[in-house]
């Protein structure tokens, strides 16, 4: 709340017992806010307009700045942008695709222990090298799935305080929350895409070589390259 005032250049005097607006002070010329700067969307004081950080910007009256923020979340509302059911979907789906990957994690980890089981112990190190090389890809795809997870729990988030603002009758929080919810119904109006993410859907066990009789050494040799990250299979998921 500190760094909210000071960015905005006020500061709350009092509320009256029925939650009305009264007037705030500027922390930086100690004069009444008077004026709603529309570009920076914070309650500015004359100081701040004619000579201040926010000279030149465009100005309203406080109680249209009021009606202005609250015709664009009634617009937000009726655009279905505040239903809490749009960001939970989105969800849904995401988590859906962590489900799948875990699964073909498992999948692919169970193949390569079967496989392994048939070999001597000379292939072990070979086996920690392929569950290495598996477990890497599966983190980096699941952390950029984890990542549009968060972006939309940010957005879930903030869908949810807007409409808490908006049932608000204070209209000085209203006002004090301005670059909040301004910002918030932006990032709400943003179109879901797809991202695409890529799952193994196999191990190639094929041993190569150019010789059908090797002897210890040159069979140690090709258990070096043996057992390769097989099919890779595309996953698209809404964000």
């Not at 859906?96 to 089981?117: C, D, M, N, R």
């Not at 090389?133 to 599966?138: A, K, P, S, T, V």
């Not at 997870?149 to 957005?155: A, P």
Request: charged fraction near 25%; proline fraction near 1%; include cysteine.
């Amino acid at each position: 709340m500190q760094s909210d005032q000071v960015k905005s250049g006020y500061s709350i005097k009092q509320f009256n017992s029925e939650d009305t607006l009264r007037i705030g002070e500027c922390i930086n010329h100690k004069r009444q806010l008077e004026a709603f700067c529309t570009v920076c969307h914070v309650l500015i004081c004359p100081t701040c307009l004619m000579f201040g950080e926010h000279k030149g910007h465009l100005v309203d009256q406080m109680d249209k700045a009021t009606k202005d923020i609250r015709t664009q979340m009634d617009s937000a509302a009726k655009e279905g942008l505040l239903k809490l059911e749009k960001t939970e979907t989105v969800l849904v789906d995401i988590r859906h695709t962590k489900l799948t990957f875990e699964e073909s994690k498992q999948k692919v980890l169970k193949e390569i222990e079967s496989t392994f089981a048939t070999i001597f112990k000379l292939i072990k190190q070979r086996k920690d090298e392929v569950v290495n090389l598996i477990n890497q890809h599966y983190e980096t795809q699941v952390n950029n799935i984890d990542t549009q997870e968060q972006i939309w729990m940010d957005k879930q988030s903030r869908a949810y305080d807007v409409i808490k603002l908006a049932k608000s009758t204070n209209d000085y929080q209203l006002l004090e929350k301005a670059t909040y919810i301004l910002e918030s119904l932006d990032i709400l109006r943003q179109t879901p895409t797809y991202k695409n993410v890529f799952i193994v859907n196999s191990i190639d066990t094929t041993f190569n070589t150019n010789n059908i009789s090797l002897n210890l050494s040159e069979f140690q040799k090709g258990l070096q390259n043996w057992i390769k990250l097989g099919e890779s299979v595309l996953i698209q998921f809404k964000c």
